[in-house]
């Protein structure tokens, strides 16, 4: 019997160091994932800041284009009125694409001022008071100057319409 209980304390030895070692492998485990978490983290971290800065290297290679500007000469016309006569005097400058666009334009100007003189003759007094109205004339005008100038021809590149005098008497 002597025997039963060396067999049970060699058997409970043998446990204890096998459920130590189970622990340390959990452990050590644990830990390899940790580093290597922090290690992908860390390399993840660094290489997007890696990729940001070169796109702000790129943004800062390719400089944004200034705004080119086109005024243009003052129009005066008879507005649609019931009220009597109206007339609208306006001055206005067309933002366009580059320096190109406005060779265009200038090469064209008896085409534009021609449809810029039927859209403005066009409007009723009421109409283009009103913010609303005005920018709604901006969208018209933009839409007229970018017709092409020949029936196959592309369109011109306006961005924007600003009017630098806006009178109604």
Known sequence: MAKAPAKAAAASGDAAPAGKSKKKLIIIIAAAVLVLGGVGGGAAFFLSKKNSASKEKEHKAEPAKAPVFLPLEPFVVNLQSQEGDKYLQVTMTLQVQDDEQVNLIKAN?????????????????????????????????????????????????????????????
Do not use: H, N, Y
């Not at 005005?134 to 933009?142: F, N, P, R, T």
């Not at 029936?151 to 009017?163: L, N």
């Open 109 to 169: 100007m008896p085409q534009v001022r021609s449809r810029l003189l039927l859209l403005l003759s066009s409007k009723d007094a009421s109409e283009i008071l009103t913010s609303d109205g005005k920018e709604q004339l901006v969208s018209e005008i933009v839409d007229r100057v970018s017709q092409p100038f020949s029936a196959k021809g592309d369109a011109q590149k306006v961005s924007g319409v600003f009017f630098t005098s806006f009178v109604i008497q």
